[in-house]
């Protein structure tokens, strides 16, 4: 059973840039396309981001596309999410996910594709 624990989020200003942080133990998250979710009240929980395996291939929300990387260090069992430009529309907890199945080449962006979760980070954009 991997365990995953997101840490960066915080209390930031529109423009500002934050970095966060998803940590994985247990398991090694190496072989497995990783994802970033968020969610804010009454709203669905809402893909973000999402990184192969091998950290080659990214993909985005159209949201995100242009302000937010996704990278990962495999070495570290961790996965990162740098987000710049922020904007108050960001304002919301912040999920990192294992994507079902190892060395996935297929991009999923539905929870149900996803099978293990970190507790969330709060991100919070003032305008």
């Known amino acids: 059973q991997v365990q995953l624990v997101e840490s960066g989020g915080g209390l930031v200003q529109a423009g500002d840039s934050l970095r966060l942080s998803c940590a994985a133990s247990?398991?090694?998250?190496?072989?497995?396309?990783m994802g970033w979710f968020r969610q804010t009240p009454g709203k669905e929980r809402e893909f973000v981001a999402a990184?192969?395996?091998?950290?080659?291939?990214?993909y985005y929300a159209d949201s995100a596309k242009g302000r937010f990387t996704i990278s990962r260090d495999n070495a570290k069992n961790t996965v990162y999410l740098q987000m710049n430009s922020l904007k108050p529309e960001d304002t919301a907890v912040y999920y990192c996910?294992?994507?079902?199945?190892?060395?996935?080449?297929?991009?999923?962006?539905?929870?149900?594709?996803?099978?293990?979760w970190g507790q969330g980070t709060q991100v919070t954009v003032s305008s």
């Open positions: 990184i192969h395996w091998n950290g080659g291939d990214t």
């Open positions: 247990g398991r090694t998250v190496s072989i497995y396309t």
């Open positions: 996910a294992r994507q079902r199945g190892t060395l996935s080449a297929v991009w999923k962006v539905s929870t149900a594709d996803f099978d293990s």
